[in-house]
């Protein structure tokens, strides 16, 4: 250790100590040896979760059987979970589903906002949005034919793509998952709006970790994660919400059963239910949502002010340590340098070596990812990330770096999953 590192310990601790939300720490299970910081692509599991499934199969499953959909309240798990996730997206309650996957409420919600404007044909996607937000928008222009994607750099101002005046529809992430860099949503939806079309808001890398205000945006479509920051487990359901001012008049294509005015009247055709239950489709997969519900539980004590301040501190020094300390090794910041622009995680650009100085930080306990071509990617989740796992992070990152411990074969071969 030398003198700057035994300040920036100093620092880190003094910031710990202080830290009005640490004791949430001691809600997850954290490996031992292990750093966190990729609680942006699949949250710590809380440690109530465990209990609860066991619950769950043991007495509602095994024994409840069948009457657990009336007893348990399984059939009301997609909205009753969509409650819990109401005060982070800045909704009301009973405005939100739960239920499929991210790339699954994205096609209900294109399909459904094409529909609203059936005089225009265009889909205004960001060009480097997550490939499957573009993807289920290609599918969709497949399917029905002939509407037209058009794609726009979201750095820049979006109003020259609207002047056109045949947009149907904008899809566009608040937080974006490479750089981290976030949407003025008002603004933005603003924009959309004077331009007579409606916006999807993809909240994946934004709830759990910053504002957001939907209803006070005057949003009309979102959806989201909940296996991010919501820590709600692998391949946990996704959420969807659409604005009550537009619910009634929305149809959208995956009309199955559940979405139903009444499932069980079994009537020969497909009527929507009222809101956003008409964007529920099939049985609702209730372990996951089980296990989602008690995730969720613990935002209720969460002061989200406090949340959003010590993520903008946590990046903050992260990026001023890995600038201090790692200078001359190549890294170059690719998510915005001013906080108020920035998410909750942090990118570097690192040419050539970016994969295996991940594997060889991961191998040291520091768990972050790789995105293709070279992005190195750390995820601060402030419920359970302090600002000593990031000095210590950093400090290991410098070590990787300068003493080359990512120059082995092993850590060149990419694995599935990065
Ligand atoms: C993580 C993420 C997804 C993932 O979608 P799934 O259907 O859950 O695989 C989609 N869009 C964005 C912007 C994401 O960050």
Excluded at 49 to 76: D, P
Excluded at 108 to 114: F, R
Excluded at 341 to 354: K, N, T
Aim: charged fraction near 20%.
């Amino acid at each position: 250790m030398n003198t700057s590192d035994t300040q920036n310990a100093n620092r880190a601790r003094e910031y710990d100590a202080a830290d009005p939300l640490a004791r949430f720490r001691t809600y997850f299970h954290i490996p031992a040896g292990t750093i966190y910081l990729d609680g942006n692509s699949l949250g710590a599991m809380p440690l109530a979760v465990t209990g609860r499934l066991a619950k769950t199969a043991n007495h509602e499953w095994a024994e409840g059987l069948i009457r657990s959909w009336n007893s348990a309240s399984w059939i009301q798990l997609p909205l009753l979970v969509g409650d819990r996730i109401a005060p982070l997206i800045g909704v009301a309650r009973g405005e939100v589903a739960v239920g499929d996957s991210t790339s699954v409420n994205l096609f209900k919600c294109l399909a459904a906002a094409v529909h609203l404007r059936p005089d225009r044909r265009v889909i205004l996607l960001e060009q480097d949005n997550f490939p499957t937000d573009n993807y289920m928008a290609e599918g969709l222009a497949a399917l029905v034919g002939n509407l037209e994607i058009r794609v726009f750099d979201s750095t820049k101002p979006i109003e020259p793509h609207l002047a056109s005046g045949d947009v149907a529809v904008v899809m566009l992430s608040h937080v974006h998952y490479r750089t981290a860099r976030v949407q003025d949503m008002s603004a933005v939806t603003t924009a959309i709006h004077a331009a007579g079309a409606p916006v999807i808001w993809d909240l994946s890398h934004s709830v759990g970790a910053v504002k957001v205000e939907l209803a006070q945006s005057d949003a009309d479509f979102a959806v989201g994660c909940t296996y991010k920051y919501l820590n709600g487990g692998p391949g946990a359901p996704a959420f969807v919400w659409v604005a009550p001012r537009l619910a009634a008049d929305t149809k959208q294509p995956l009309s199955g059963w559940m979405g139903h005015k009444d499932p069980f009247a079994f009537t020969p055709l497909y009527e929507p239910g009222p809101a956003v239950k008409r964007f529920v489709c099939g049985t609702p997969q209730v372990l996951s949502l089980t296990a989602l519900d008690e995730c969720l539980k613990l935002w209720s004590e969460v002061d989200l002010d406090q949340l959003f301040e010590k993520s903008r501190r946590l990046t903050s020094f992260f990026v001023e340590l890995v600038e201090s300390e790692c200078q001359g090794h190549g890294l170059v910041l690719q998510s915005p340098r001013n906080v108020a622009e920035r998410g909750s995680h942090v990118s570097f650009g690192l040419e050539q070596i970016g994969y295996p100085v991940m594997r060889a930080l991961i191998d040291r306990g520091v768990i972050g990812d790789f995105r293709t071509p070279n992005t190195i990617r750390f995820g601060f989740t402030p419920l359970y990330v302090g600002f000593s796992d990031v000095e210590r992070a950093v400090q290991l990152l410098r070590q990787v770096l300068e003493e080359r411990l990512w120059d082995l074969d092993a850590y060149k071969i990419r694995a599935a999953v990065t």
